[in-house]
């Protein structure tokens, strides 16, 4: 009877990791699509990331690079004042987007250009996403405006 009761536990205990590693594999593969990194456009010129490989760009919208071709594809190119990738998207802008401000796009770098499938621009005058703010810092170039408010 002792040996059963043994067993019995040593079957539950088997039976509670698998189920643990196996909810722990299904959460994993959900979540492979909503972890995307942050990269400066210096880190991406340094190293090129893999064409299959989705990740978050951010920086300054260069002046002078923004041009719209017939329709709604957009190319501009992003810098940290280290380096500029170009960056082409199809679709509508955010009303605050423009040359000088700060952005964030999410895609892919394929053939030596960043294909956004999203665009985020900062919401207010003053507001410059945290993690631009400290590609920016890295470089040299964040100059802070009155009252700015990194990251919030």
């Avoid at 299904?26 to 942050?38: H, K, R, S, T, W």
């Avoid at 002078?64 to 170009?86: M, N």
């Avoid at 509508?92 to 621009?121: C, H, K, S, W």
């Amino acid at each position: 009877m002792r040996g059963l009761k043994k067993k019995r536990r040593i079957q539950i205990i088997v039976l509670a990791f698998v189920a643990l590693a196996g909810s722990t594999a299904l959460v994993g593969y959900a979540m492979q699509d909503g972890i995307n990194f942050f990269r400066s456009p210096s880190q991406v010129m340094a190293q090129a990331p893999s064409p299959n490989e989705r990740f978050r760009i951010g920086g300054l919208v260069e002046e002078g690079t923004l041009t719209r071709d017939a329709g709604e594809v957009i190319h501009f190119a992003v810098t940290d004042g280290g380096a500029s990738v170009p960056v082409v998207y199809k679709g509508i802008l955010p009303d605050l987007f423009g040359e000088g401000q700060g952005m964030i796009g999410t895609g892919r770098y394929i053939n030596g250009v960043f294909e956004a499938t999203e665009i985020l621009a900062k919401h207010d005058e003053s507001y410059m996403p945290k993690e631009v703010v400290d590609a920016l810092k890295e470089q040299g170039v964040y100059k802070p405006s009155e009252g700015s408010k990194a990251g919030s």
